[in-house]
């Protein structure tokens, strides 16, 4: 995608990314878009995980299958990774701060509709909503958050801020989950985006000023690119869930994944071939860019196959319920909040780049020490989400500052859209990957309560082969980041970052 403004590239150059007389010398005096753009970043990261703990009330009170149990949670990341790239280039050329405001209006409107749902078709289509809430405002919040400072180290304070804010949310969706469906019914786990788009939008739309004409890109989107694009990542989504409906003697399926391989092809000859392609390949080929977004999807994917295998074996095999289950994502949700005070020492001891793919491993360890142990006993799957937690608190943002010093100046708007979808897609995968395992060697209904003996066996070598299977492939991502990184020029940047 080329985000080209209509000035000279060396006057692009002199000023990335920023506001002009509107940028700001602290991090107090940017406090009102601090907080918008805070909130924004704790609707995507709990809005991810807060339900996940949920999902066997949902599957009993809908009567929802294994599959759209599923789809439940994927339809949202499914949706929201596969418009991003395509809204943030509409948010390039529209304006950022619109979009975003836009996003945030449709965020509340979709979350209060699910006072509404009667069927899991209907939860599905709402969360589908968010997503192109969520596509519309999180890529926007990292690129206006570069542009309220022009000092690098205010911008990274700022982006650790906001990052860390996610994380907290991350970390307490789980738990705060559980314990609510101790006394509320699950549709308030959704309902409680409506306050947050709210006090984002209030402190965006007074702290974030509007995007200078100068400042946006008169270049046309690419509108078949993204049609192509986004039909791809549904149908790769879509295609294993209907091998396991349908079975591999039906034709659909197939006709399925031949569909998948000629958009996918049909995207790579656009993108390579129009003028203003919606993606530009040579950004993503960059070192450091390709590193940074290994690292973010062996993340993503991990947390998200972990957060959704645990919280099913905690209440379906063993019997716990809601709010135990909540309980047992304790040493998840500490190792998010507090690692910081050990995280920032090790990255000043090691250095960033190796800091990167450290963190990626631990993040592997952690899925295998669940695939090995996790039937065992609790304590190891407690080791499993500390391990995963404290390598996801280091790679999400090292890898997305890799992303951003390995881009343009005038580039940062794609970065933020890249690193979110690379996360956004492995997310949908994980739970895909998991979901479709399960429902292949489970026999009946996943949602009742009174499992057979047999049906015991199915689910915990269900889960063992899921886990065994995202740890396969985030190892694989993680060793395509470590060669990637190693292959960046010494030039490129390097930048010290403290978490707080």
């Known amino acids: 995608m080329s985000n080209d403004r209509p000035v000279p590239e060396k006057a692009?150059?002199?000023?990335?990314?920023?506001?002009?007389?509107?940028?700001?010398?602290?991090?107090?005096?940017?406090?009102?878009?601090?907080?918008?753009?805070?909130?924004?970043?704790?609707?995507?990261?709990?809005?991810?995980?807060?339900?996940n703990v949920a999902l066997p009330t949902i599957g009993r009170?809908?009567?929802?299958?294994?599959?759209?149990?599923?789809?439940?949670?994927?339809?949202?990341?499914?949706?929201?990774?596969?418009?991003?790239?395509?809204?943030?280039?509409?948010?390039?050329?529209?304006?950022?701060?619109?979009?975003?405001?836009?996003?945030?209006?449709?965020?509340?409107?979709?979350?209060?509709?699910?006072?509404?749902?009667?069927?899991?078709?209907?939860?599905?289509?709402?969360?589908?909503?968010?997503?192109?809430?969520?596509?519309?405002?999180?890529?926007?919040?990292?690129?206006?958050?570069?542009?309220l400072f022009a000092d690098e180290r205010l911008r990274i304070r700022a982006i650790t801020l906001i990052s860390t804010v996610g994380l907290v949310g991350?970390?307490?969706?789980?738990?705060?989950?559980?314990?609510?469906?101790?006394?509320?019914?699950?549709q308030a786990l959704l309902l409680v985006n409506v306050p947050i788009a709210v006090v984002a939008l209030v402190f965006i739309r007074l702290g974030v000023?509007?995007?200078?004409?100068?400042?946006?890109?008169?270049?046309?989107?690419?509108?078949?690119?993204?049609?192509?694009?986004?039909?791809?990542?549904?149908?790769?989504?879509?295609?294993?869930?209907?091998?396991?409906?349908l079975g591999a003697g039906s034709w659909l399926p197939w006709v399925a994944v031949v569909a998948v391989i000629l958009l996918a092809t049909a995207f790579v000859v656009r993108q390579r071939s129009t003028k203003?392609?919606?993606?530009?390949?040579?950004?993503?080929?960059?070192?450091?860019?390709?590193?940074?977004?290994?690292?973010?999807?062996?993340?993503?994917?991990?947390?998200?196959?972990?957060?959704y295998l645990v919280t099913l074996q905690l209440q379906l095999d063993w019997g716990w319920?809601?709010?135990?289950?909540?309980?047992?994502?304790?040493?998840?949700?500490?190792?998010?909040?507090?690692?910081?005070?050990?995280?920032?020492?090790?990255?000043?001891?090691i250095g960033l780049a190796n800091a990167a793919w450290v963190s990626a491993v631990v993040v592997v360890l952690g899925l295998a020490v669940y695939a090995a142990f996790g039937h065992v006993g609790y304590f190891w799957i407690a080791l499993a989400l500390v391990l995963v937690a404290a390598g996801m608190r280091i790679v999400g943002?090292?890898?997305?500052?890799?992303?951003?010093?390995?881009?343009?100046?005038?580039?940062?708007?794609?970065?933020?859209?890249?690193?979110d979808t690379s996360s956004e897609l492995t997310t949908g995968i994980g739970i895909a990957v998991s979901g479709m395992i399960i429902a292949?060697?489970?026999?009946?209904?996943?949602?009742?309560?009174?499992?057979?003996?047999?049906?015991?066996?199915?689910?915990?070598?269900?889960?063992?082969?899921?886990?065994?299977t995202l740890t396969v492939l985030s190892a694989l991502l993680v060793l395509l980041g470590i060669v990637r990184a190693r292959s960046a020029s010494p030039s490129d940047p390097a930048t010290s970052i403290t978490l707080g």
């Open 209 to 245: 000023p509007a995007d200078r004409r100068d400042e946006l890109s008169a270049h046309p989107i690419d509108i078949v690119g993204a049609m192509l694009g986004t039909l791809t990542i549904v149908g790769a989504l879509i295609a294993p869930t209907l091998f396991i409906d």
């Open 61 to 147: 009170e809908l009567d929802a299958s294994t599959i759209a149990l599923q789809w439940v949670t994927s339809s949202y990341a499914v949706v929201f990774g596969g418009l991003m790239i395509a809204l943030s280039a509409l948010a390039d050329r529209a304006g950022r701060r619109k979009v975003m405001l836009l996003g945030l209006i449709l965020l509340a409107v979709a979350s209060a509709a699910t006072l509404f749902v009667g069927s899991v078709e209907q939860l599905i289509a709402v969360r589908a909503v968010m997503g192109i809430a969520a596509a519309m405002t999180t890529p926007g919040s990292l690129a206006l958050a570069f542009r």
């Open 276 to 307: 203003y392609p919606l993606l530009d390949f040579a950004l993503i080929a960059r070192p450091l860019v390709s590193s940074g977004l290994a690292f973010k999807a062996a993340s993503g994917l991990a947390v998200a196959g972990l957060g």
């Open 440 to 468: 292949a060697m489970f026999t009946g209904s996943i949602a009742t309560t009174d499992w057979t003996s047999t049906q015991t066996e199915e689910f915990r070598g269900a889960t063992t082969l899921a886990a065994i």
């Open 12 to 51: 692009e150059e002199s000023q990335p990314a920023s506001i002009g007389a509107t940028q700001r010398q602290t991090l107090r005096s940017a406090w009102l878009a601090l907080t918008g753009l805070s909130a924004v970043f704790l609707f995507e990261m709990l809005d991810n995980s807060v339900l």
């Open 321 to 349: 319920t809601p709010a135990q289950a909540a309980l047992g994502m304790l040493p998840q949700v500490v190792v998010l909040i507090a690692g910081g005070a050990i995280i920032s020492p090790l990255i000043k001891r």
């Open 397 to 419: 943002v090292v890898a997305g500052n890799n992303v951003m010093n390995g881009l343009p100046a005038d580039r940062t708007t794609i970065g933020a859209a890249l690193i």
């Open 170 to 186: 991350l970390a307490i969706g789980p738990t705060a989950g559980g314990l609510a469906l101790s006394f509320v019914p699950w």
